[in-house]
């Protein structure tokens, strides 16, 4: 993606990627379902983006001078988490249940392995890895799941996580797919997170929709 395309009224300024995320040398592509929204990682772009995003979109306010700021922070504070994450491409759902933006994420990327990448130790690995800090162990699920015409290492969970714009911790689920591609040595990571755990379900699909459009070399094109 490119930042600084035209633009048709009404419509948001192409969103850029953060060129610092370690990303491989060969093209790819992915699709990213309506009605998500691919966030402008671009540090030199993305405030701007992020303004324009809130005022056209009314992403998670009722356009009050007040909820516009508070959305912006809300936006700008996950878009950073995202680049500090090292994240070359994010989308979200958004919404307001009461005061609060809520809603949902959809990452990707990369890894490399000195070597070439097994499923299967890769998998073991993961469910046998010692719980994150804020891991809910008791909810890691790890399997060997069907992306498109490949296999890919699928691991379900719930972790404590801060709410985007504020102190406050709450559960999330998590879905993560570990995509290989052409290059043995590469791994395409999609992540899908929500605080809202009925959407659990939706957002695990979502995450499998976009792990099985991706496309490397020739057939990126």
Known sequence: MTAGAAVVPGQLPVPGIDRRAVRPLFGFSIDIPEPWIVLDLDPRTSARWVRQLVRRRGIGTRRTAREAWAATAVVRDVIAALQAQGVLLAAILAGRMGEEVVGASITLGWERSPSSVN?????LSLARASPGADELVQHRRVDLVAV????????RG??????????TRREVVLHQLFVPVD???WLAVVTATTGLLQLGDVV??????VAGSLRTGNAAG
Do not use: C, I, K, N
């Open 204 to 209: 695990g699909e979502a995450a499998l929709h």
């Open 148 to 155: 498109s015409d490949r296999e890919a290492v699928r691991m």
């Open 158 to 167: 719930r972790e404590q996580a801060r709410v985007p714009g504020s102190t």
């Open 119 to 123: 499923l299967d130790a890769l998998g």
């Open 183 to 185: 290059d043995p040595t």
